[in-house]
């Protein structure tokens, strides 16, 4: 028997009515190039929205159409995040921080139609340019009139915006149609587009708004370090527009001390990025110190936060981090560690414990460990084991590639590549990327937890372990380390001594190198890959 309620599609025209309905007058703020604060309000989305709609339709962009942004955070991409799929088309966020081979692959490979720049950023994009063969026309965002561009078929976007009005009907799609697309920050092989629904993401958004998740409010201010191609910058502006919470997008300006002061002056509530991020923003405030009691959440995710950061952030400077983990394949949020009410009595010590681990599943998504074999680990909090998940935002395969991959299993579910442990309680913990882990004599060593364990040294700013190969046993563990300014005479020998009653003796590295910065990624992770080469090349010691 079928149930008797209503065909309500869920699409993302309903979270803007209800931001529209309920907080007009709520803030979206952008920190421009030129350092000046443009602000408007959700009203003011809303109408241009609609206008950027008409837009589209006029530029001929039909539903199905994937229409690329290269932008920083600011209001007009989150226009382009709401106005886009109003049409029925994609949002295809692509990665600024990309070499130009891989841009022109991730936009040819969408068969991007249309193309919005950031005009600071025309230069990186034009170096990929003469490698795009699908772009029939390219929006120039904040340029201005005249610029000289060797892209064919530009046109500025205040012109075809000023150019309709904001009479728009929305339309009525099918909540399975196609809203958004994010490919992954590809660290081996090329990247893989995830393709997201209205559905998918309206379900997210309910998802992260849950108490149990991020929880955000119509009080919140919501500063987003995150960037909008990274993952739909986690899903937070649907989550934003949905629950009412103001957002500040820094546009460019994303080193420590603008942050610092964009915290301390907007009184944010929730900030969100990845963990160098934060890194950075910790010792800008002890060097600087500013007021930024009014955070309640520092969320965190991409790559696991270093205990000694959440320690040295609520204790030092009273900021509660909230470590989160997901994928671009998950839409992206898949667990939280919150504390719960069991946790009432531990001591600070004990509770920096669990707010290191990656947390406990969010409502909506399912979480497995499995052995080689695929069989289900038992949650002892020291069975290792692959984590596979599955839900209404998890994808169920990779654009164009259909069939092709080995990362879903056949009864169903996302083979993450992530290798962790479950306690008895449901907090994952996350002990290395699969092809991380380092096998020494036949056993596994986490690089995962040595490198926290080195960056809990106080001379130790950041610390990547990767595995080189070992006659003997082989692979060995080296870490690379960033010293502090103040670390002053550190030896390879005091890590050692550091780590001898930390981990098995046989985890200790047989190498340190120093160096200066550890490579990163596209999204700002730890670039392993660089590591590797580097250390082949030779130029690690
Ligand atoms: P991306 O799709 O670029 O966000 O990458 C997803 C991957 O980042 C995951 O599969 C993890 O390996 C890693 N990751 C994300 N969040 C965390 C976290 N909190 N701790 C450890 N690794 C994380």
């Known amino acids: 028997m079928q149930g008797l309620m209503m065909d309500y599609p869920l699409t993302l025209d309903r979270i803007l009515e209800h931001a529209n309905k309920l907080f007009p007058h709520k803030r979206i703020s952008t920190k421009q190039p ?43 991409h989150v226009e382009m995040y709401f106005g886009i799929p109003a049409i029925g088309a994609v949002c295809h966020t692509l990665n600024i921080r990309l070499f130009p081979d891989q841009l022109a692959y991730v936009v040819n490979h969408a068969e991007d139609k249309v193309v919005f720049i950031d005009a600071t950023l025309l230069p990186l994009f034009e170096r990929a340019s003469d490698k795009i063969t699908t772009v029939e026309q390219y929006v120039l965002v904040n340029a201005p009139q005249g610029i000289e561009t060797k892209l064919p078929n530009i046109v500025h976007y205040e012109d075809l915006m000023a150019d309709v009005d904001d009479d728009f009907e929305w339309l009525k799609l099918d909540e399975n149609t196609a809203m958004g697309m994010c490919y992954t920050s590809g660290t081996t092989g090329n990247p893989k587009g995830a393709l997201y629904s209205h559905r998918s993401m309206f379900l997210h958004t309910i998802g992260e708004n849950q108490a149990n998740a991020l929880g955000l409010t119509e009080a919140d201010s919501v500063l987003m370090v995150v960037p909008q191609f990274h993952a739909m910058a986690w899903g937070l502006p649907y989550a934003c527009a949905y629950s009412g919470a103001e957002m500040f997008m820094p546009g460019p300006h994303l080193k420590p001390e603008p942050l610092a002061e964009i915290i301390a002056t907007e009184k ?99 979480m497995r460990i499995v052995n080689d074999e695929g069989e289900e680990l038992p949650w002892d909090g020291t069975t290792m084991g692959e984590v596979q998940v599955r839900g209404p935002w998890v994808v169920r395969d990779y654009y164009k590639l259909e069939g092709s991959s080995n990362q879903f299993t056949k009864d169903g579910w996302f083979r993450t590549g992530d290798v962790a442990t479950i306690s008895d309680d449901g907090y994952m913990q996350i002990t290395d990327r699969t092809k991380d882990l380092i096998k020494s004599g036949g056993e596994w060593i986490s690089s995962v937890e040595l490198e926290n364990t080195l960056m809990a040294h106080p001379a130790v700013r950041e610390a990547a372990v990767i595995a080189i190969p070992d006659e003997r046993w082989a692979e060995r563990p080296l870490a690379a380390i960033v010293l502090t300014e103040d670390a002053g005479d550190i030896t390879a020998d005091d890590l050692r001594e550091f780590l001898l009653p930390k981990v098995a003796k046989f985890w200790i590295p047989d190498k340190f190198v120093f160096i200066a910065e550890i490579p990163k990624t596209s999204v700002g992770k730890f670039d392993k890959k660089v590591l590797r080469r580097r250390y082949t090349a030779g130029e690690l010691g």
């Open 268 to 366: 944010i509530t929730v900030a969100a990025g990845v963990p160098s991020i934060w890194n950075g923003l910790y010792h800008e405030l002890r060097q600087n110190p500013r007021d930024i009691s009014s955070v309640r959440a520092l969320i965190v995710g991409g790559s696991a936060m270093p205990r000694s950061l959440i320690k040295a952030y609520e204790k030092d400077l009273h900021v509660n981090v909230l470590h989160a983990w997901g994928m671009t394949e998950t839409s992206p949020l898949g667990t939280v560690s919150k504390l719960q009410s069991h946790h009432a009595n531990l001591t600070d010590e004990e509770k920096w414990d669990i707010k290191a681990k990656q947390g406990y599943v969010v409502p909506g998504i399912e």
């Open 34 to 76: 030129d350092g000046s604060i443009h602000r408007y309000t959700y009203a003011d989305l809303y109408k241009r929205v609609k206008r950027l709609a008409n837009v589209l339709q006029k530029l001929g962009v039909k539903q199905g159409d994937r229409v690329g942004t290269f932008a920083w955070n600011g209001y007009q």
